[in-house]
């Protein structure tokens, strides 16, 4: 018969795998709400409004890893470690995915850049404008 007031041995394991967050929690909170202010700072222009979505959805992600891992510290709360957890791979997800396409964009920009001059395509008449005889 189990004792109610005994902590289980999955209890035990889950604050003891959740020390690492847990410590960080002020961290992942902090970073969560900046997250979330960036987000609605980029949604106040035009075009930033388009995107604001972004790191105000990572931002709650941040900020919701922090709190679900409270629960399982401090209890052994197995699902509000499972819950932090998924918070946190998301997040992970999400970054990756913005970071392979940045790495696009540039390489892109390079090539526009760098590339097709290269190749004797310009993008801007510099022999017109330098001879003074590009009219609009």
């Known amino acids: 018969m189990a004792y ?3 902590p289980s041995d999955d209890s035990r ?3 003891e795998l959740s020390v690492p967050i ?13 997250s979330i202010i960036s987000g609605i700072g980029q949604a106040l222009s035009i075009v930033g409004i388009l995107f604001a979505w972004l790191p105000i959805w990572m931002g709650v992600l941040m900020y ?11 209890v052994g709360d197995k699902f509000g470690f499972l819950r932090s957890m998924s918070s946190l791979k998301t997040y992970f997800v999400l970054q ?3 970071t392979l396409l940045a790495i696009l964009i540039m390489l892109a920009m390079l090539c526009i ?24």
């Open 13 to 15: 394991v889950v604050r």
């Open 96 to 98: 990756g995915v913005l």
């Open 22 to 34: 847990y410590q960080a929690r002020g961290w992942l909170k902090f970073l969560g709400i900046l």
């Open 64 to 74: 919701q890893a922090g709190s679900n891992i409270e629960s399982a510290a401090q």
């Open 4 to 6: 109610p007031y005994l």
């Open 113 to 136: 850049m760098f590339v097709l001059p290269l190749l004797g395509i310009t993008l801007i008449p510099w022999q017109d404008l330098y001879y003074n005889t590009y009219y609009y």
